[in-house]
């Protein structure tokens, strides 16, 4: 079945930067692209972008441009998202998203990153 | 690219209908017809329930419906069960800042 798997919870301190993976099986990973998405505490989901396993091209919501990478590596099926100069309000469950075409078909079950001193 | 707009709170009893809405502007929900709709119980992910205004992906209950009208979109379930208690979104294709923007979310009472 078509899964996503993401890596675990993160603590991290203000300014620091932020990494977590998402890795693809049960469908051909290059042929999907991948959004991410972050959910803050008692808010709701917030599109960050999206990243084309293929080519590796991206897409960031002009909000994140600055402070947002997204890579992804098609030997291992695994997508990457990178946040840096964490802020307080970074604090949040990111996840990942699979595209079924201008909509986000599947999920991962989310990674928790808390941005603390 | 401001939140589209949900009602916070709805609620029914078991086997009434309930009616989600969710309004937008002509840059998203007026301007395409890539509504979609989720689910998402405590703790746990969204999941997909409508795509494309008023398609059900397959494992979703034809108890869920969707519609759009203007730059207004809905989504009506039928039949309400005490499973369909949880929070819901909605979700639209724009250009404007973003590439999709999510609703504020309605909490779905069974009461």
């Known amino acids: 079945q078509v899964q996503l798997v993401q890596s675990g919870a993160e603590v991290k301190r203000p300014g620091a930067s932020v990494t977590v993976s998402c890795k693809g099986s049960?469908?051909?990973?290059?042929?999907?692209?991948m959004h991410w998405v972050r959910q803050a505490p008692g808010q709701g989901p917030e599109w960050m972008g999206i990243?084309?396993?293929?080519?590796?091209?991206?897409t960031s919501a002009q909000k994140f441009q600055d402070r947002l990478t997204m890579t992804r590596d098609t030997s291992t099926s695994t997508v990457y998202m990178e946040l840096r100069s964490l802020r307080y309000e970074d604090t949040a469950v990111y996840y990942c998203?699979?595209?079924?075409?201008?909509?986000?078909?599947?999920w991962g079950r989310g990674t928790t990153v808390t941005v603390s001193s | 690219q401001s939140a589209l707009t949900q009602p916070a709170s709805v609620s029914g009893s078991p086997g009434q209908s309930i009616t989600i809405s969710c309004t937008g502007s002509?840059?998203?929900?007026?301007?395409?017809?890539?509504v979609s709709w989720y689910q998402q119980h405590p703790g746990k992910a969204p999941k997909l329930m409508i795509y494309?205004?008023?398609y059900r992906p397959s494992g979703t209950s034809n108890r869920f419906s969707g519609s759009k009208s203007g730059n207004t979109a809905a989504l009506t379930i039928s039949g309400l069960q005490a499973e369909d208690e949880a929070d819901y979104y909605c979700?639209?294709?724009?250009?404007?800042?973003?590439?999709?923007?999510f609703g504020t979310g309605t909490k779905v009472t069974v009461l």
């Open positions: 998203a699979r595209d079924g075409g201008a909509v986000m078909d599947v």
């Open positions: 049960g469908y051909k990973f290059i042929t999907y692209y």
């Open positions: 990243i084309n396993p293929r080519g590796g091209n991206t």
């Open positions: 002509s840059s998203d929900v007026g301007g395409y017809n890539l």
């Open positions: 494309d205004v008023n």
């Open positions: 979700s639209s294709y724009t250009t404007n800042r973003t590439l999709y923007v």
